[in-house]
């Protein structure tokens, strides 16, 4: 489980790495230290080895070379004449003593002792013969350089080397230790820089995980914006943002469809209702009847538009992309809505001509009827219904003109969005249901068309729908 | 008891007149919300039914123009259901508040509790002396005994013993019993009076000559 985190997983590679080094950097350090000591201390050995050799050899006069090779006598040897052996002279002897802790030993060829200093160990071995004339050998405790002389004679310096390693052995613990006080900040630094670099990415799960949960109104604190975490930060908000305005669209939009079907579902409720309390005359059991009907239609009236709109806004691909001629859709409108302009008395201009544009015959029919029926409900009485077809540059264009009394100044830009009223009211005389104007925008937008509106002066509204006109010679 | 509905739905304003008028109320109807504010302004009604959604004038715009004069209690009738409309209806002046698609049964009760928490009656019993009134069931019993009355003589019975004690002037009996479609003559007024203190007693209404009727608390 630790392994999954990757704060852990930073951690281990961390304290990996910081121990494979810290393990090769104390181990060469001890390697170097001791190869030091050892060096320093032959060195020595062998500076006092040499003042043995040439006490031993001034001691013995020139020429004469006997096995036993010792006349003790003779005026400034730095050795006296000793009876039993070789002895130094006593400035020399100090070099050897328990305070320096170097102790020599000189033997005959044959193993004899000659000399020793008094703090020589009882038994010493010999050295064998080397192939060499100086050797230098370590033994328990100690270490001894020796030389053979010519005439045979053994010359050995050693020394105790207890205290070195003990010395040693101190320095190999100091190392040790500081190699653990070092891993151990290395591991506390490393836990706490992961832990601050990556702070951001808890705090950014725990917020997103918070905001998928429900509350899609918050945010994800972005403290520094130049980082990578930053950055991730703003890219999740954004993505939020887009989320929760997509929800709220919906939300509103479901919000207003149920609104527009509770009231005539309030109508038929009530007058259901009250038409059952008691017994009543036949005109009123008509008269209820007929409201519960108008309502039921109303219902359907939306329920289409509502699927509508649905279908319109999933299914921008099946939509035709075709030449049509804008002329033929307009008078197939007209004929449609005949009846009605004749019942509010309004007469329908249409100024022939042909032109033709690229898009969908059935959902451009759609729109104009859209647009031809709210100009008719939205007339004054007897006014005149005017619709335009037009070139312009790129496109098609149709332009559908009323002479009601337009729209405020501020709703001019809201009238195609979905369950937009002007006066904030079932348009209960007009008896739309407040998404004509949004479907025939959304069917120009999957048709890569546009709408738009405008009041005309002095009165009147006019509502231009352009699709892509037919390239020259297409 | 009079009542005045503010409804742009014509079916719904007209199911909702009968409902009331079934129940002995006098109705008046308005279609929009500046005439729903006059009426409002120029009658006292015993409660409003005032819906949200509303041409030229919002429920809302009706609301707060009628609580800079009157008291009058209104019930808010709306299709919008979140807390956050409720939270605005009652604190923008509304006395209750019912979402549509609404019940008829509860839109009846809640109004008459509204009258009667107006009256400052906390039970729908009213007690006047050895008569007792049941707003709900609309019966009067005296001493225990059922008594026959006619519609309109319940709504005056029962309008006078919300007010008792008080004095209730002829006119305000007119404003609150009959609705502007009602073209009643003045003297049915007594005609419905001498025959409740036929049914139930002489001494339950007195006449207080010039100024008008009153139930002795």
Known sequence: ?474 | MRVLVIEDEPDLAASLGRSLRDEGYAVDTAFDGEDGLFRAESIDYDAILLDVMLPKLNGWQVLERLRRSKKTPVLMLTARDTSGDRVRGLDGGADDYLVKPFDLAELLARLRALIRRTSGCASSLIEAGTVCIDTVARTVTQAGQPVALTPREYCLLEFLALHRGEVVTRTTLYEHLFDEDDSTLSNLLDVHVSNLRRKLGSDVITTRRGHGYCVEG
């Open chain 1, 1 to 474: 489980m630790f392994l999954r985190s990757i704060q852990w997983r930073l951690q281990a590679w961390h304290g990996l790495t910081l121990i494979l080094v810290l393990a090769g950097f104390g181990f060469t350090v001890f390697r170097l230290h001791r190869e030091t000591e050892l060096q320093q201390m032959d060195r020595e050995l062998d500076q006092h080895l040499n003042v043995l050799v040439r006490a031993l050899r001034d001691h013995r006069p020139p020429g004469r070379s006997s096995p036993t090779g010792l006349d003790h006598s003779g005026p400034g040897s730095s050795a006296l004449p000793s009876s039993r052996g070789f002895r130094l002279l006593p400035e020399r002897e100090e070099l050897f003593s328990e305070e320096t802790g170097f102790y020599y030993i000189v033997w005959r060829r044959d193993g004899h002792t000659l000399g020793r200093s008094t703090n020589a160990p009882v038994s010493i071995p010999m050295p064998s013969v080397a192939p060499s004339d100086r050797g230098t050998r370590a033994r328990e405790l100690v270490r001894e350089s020796f030389h053979f002389t010519p005439p045979g004679e053994c010359l050995l310096v050693g020394r105790l080397t207890g205290a070195d390693q003990a010395r040693l052995r101190r320095f190999s613990m100091s190392l040790w230790g500081l190699g653990a006080g070092v891993l151990t900040l290395g591991l506390l630094g490393g836990w706490w820089i992961a832990r601050r670099a990556l702070r951001p990415i808890t705090d950014i799960t725990t917020t997103a995980a918070r905001i998928s949960g429900g509350n899609l109104s918050e945010r994800i604190e972005a403290k520094k914006t130049d980082d990578e975490l930053g950055h991730l930060a703003e890219v999740l908000n954004a993505t939020f943002a887009r989320l929760q305005a997509s929800f709220d669209r919906q939300r509103e939009f479901t919000a207003n469809a149920a609104h527009e079907l509770r009231t005539p579902i309030t109508v038929v409720m009530s007058q259901s209702e009250s038409a059952l309390a008691r017994e009543r005359s036949l005109p009123e059991y008509r008269e209820a009847l007929a409201a519960c009907l108008r309502a039921a239609k109303r219902m359907r009236q939306l329920t289409e538009a509502l699927l509508s709109l649905a279908r319109m806004d999933g299914s921008q691909t099946s939509l035709k992309r075709e030449q049509v001629d804008l002329c033929a859709v307009v008078r197939e409108s007209i004929g449609s809505l005949n009846s009605l302009a004749e019942q509010s008395q309004i007469r329908i201009e249409n100024e022939h001509g042909s032109l033709k544009g690229i898009g969908d015959p059935e959902t451009l029919r759609l729109v104009v009827t859209n647009l031809l029926t709210n100009a008719i409900q939205y007339n004054r009485e007897g006014g005149v219904v005017t619709v335009r077809i037009a070139s312009e540059s790129s496109w098609a264009v149709v332009s559908v003109m009323d002479e009601g009394p337009g729209v405020s100044a501020d709703s001019l830009g809201r009238i195609f969005e979905r369950f937009y009223r002007e006066d904030g009211s079932r348009s209960r005389h007009t008896g739309g249901v407040g998404l004509g104007l949004a479907i025939a925008k959304t069917c120009m937008a999957a048709m890569g068309g546009s709408i738009s509106a405008t009041n005309i002066e002095p009165h009147g509204l006019c509502v231009t729908v352009r699709i892509p006109g037919v390239p020259i010679g297409g």
